[in-house]
Nanobody, 125 residues
């Protein structure tokens, strides 16, 4: 099962974008979904994650207060609402699913085993 990320695009500083993440198989449901981002030459960076059943969320310090991750059970979709975008948010954003994360592992890429192809977000100043 692959996850399909969408919703990226061009934005200006201060704008908002909403990314969506849905599985290629509609009935697939994982324990947790995370968003990561990557720029050329840099390691993939954790952005946010959510645990489906409990609704517990995790955020990177760099996006806390600006980004919000949420789930839509009916659509089996995870969203990343990105507000007050900054040029440093420019990256390819990936979503990924995991069968199990905890507070100590949610921010690591290791527990996530199904990744999407990513969607480009470009923020201009």
């Amino acid at each position: 099962v692959q996850l399909q990320a969408s919703g990226g695009g061009l934005a200006q500083t201060g704008d908002s974008l909403r990314l969506s993440c849905a599985p290629s198989e509609r009935t697939f449901r994982s324990n947790a979904v995370g968003w990561f981002r990557q720029t050329p030459g840099k390691a993939r960076e954790f952005v946010a994650a959510v645990r489906w059943v409990s609704g517990v969320t995790y955020y990177a310090d760099s996006v806390k207060g600006r980004f919000a991750i949420s789930t839509d059970d009916a659509k089996n979709t995870v969203y990343l609402q990105m507000n007050n975008l900054k040029p440093e948010d420019t990256a390819v954003y990936y979503c990924a699913s995991s069968n199990g994360v905890s507070a100590s592992t949610a921010r690591l890429s290791g527990p996530y085993d199904s990744w999407g192809q990513g969607t480009q977000v470009t923020v201009s100043s």
